[in-house]
């Protein structure tokens, strides 16, 4: 049986945010006054790599609801306000919490989604939290198959285009352009392999359904009936959705569980998902030897994680001696 690997830090408490009171009395004061009341809790959302403000509060009254704030001046505030247009827009089956409201007040942008009781899955994934993710992930792709109207108009990039531009850094190693990061001992020698697979990428990846595009497991949320919720829909794009499984299970392969036998439903190409495998770890590896990050501090460690991992899940399907 494969040894159970385990991130340094879990996947539920990788944020480091601003607490309510650290907003300016501006925020606070217009968010209150949306939600009808005084906020006398907040709970900061413990998984995530953003330094932004994102908690479950409660007024006085008992209203609650999930608030994530930014300032308008740093990027972050333009993704809050897609999350908010792209969670809207989504079909009613997708299970996602929806938005409530959005306002602009202290130099803040303020997103309100609906209050769910959840947590993030803890790690190792049981059969049963891994199967929950995997249905409400199944349920999401078969209602975005094909996407309305309304979520193309809000420019969805097509998956192929992102691996060539942002995943194909075997490629760029192998040709001298960027340097080799801190990698598995067997990689060197397996370098021109695995600048091969992520370059077939694009062309396995073409689909019109609509995809998560960061669909990992601090973006699932388990409540207490079992049933799972996906959150943080800011970079959703068009392909094969069979890739955000893929993704997904990164983390579950690290669990010690039959990873291509949950992957089998959704039938990829072997040379699809080996080529996501051995894209996706290139490019974590890469972003993990980048130095310290202005997000999370826990991040580099992360994607460090998660790039052996997507690499080690390769190496077996492909049979490679490591």
Known sequence: MRVVSLPDVAYGATA???DWTDLPAAVRDAVSSRLGGPVTASASAGGGFTRAFAALVTTADGARAFVKAAPLSEPISDWYAREAAITAALPSEVPAARPRWTLQAGGYYVLCLEAVDGHVPNLP???ADLAAALEAWRVSA???ARPSAELLGLGLPPLGAIVRDELSWWSEI???????????DWVPGRLGELAALEQGLPDLVAGPGMLHGDLRVDNVLLDAYGRARLCDWTWPCLGAQWFDTVTLLVTAYASGLDTDAALAPWDPPPDGVDGALAALGGYWLTRAAGGPSSASPHSRQHQRFSGNQALAWLAERRGWAV
Do not use: I, K
């Open 16 to 18: 480091v945010r601003p």
């Open 125 to 127: 994934w049981t059969p």
């Open 142 to 144: 078969e209602a975005l």
């Open 174 to 184: 192998a040709a001298g352009r960027a340097p080799l990061p801190p990698v598995p």
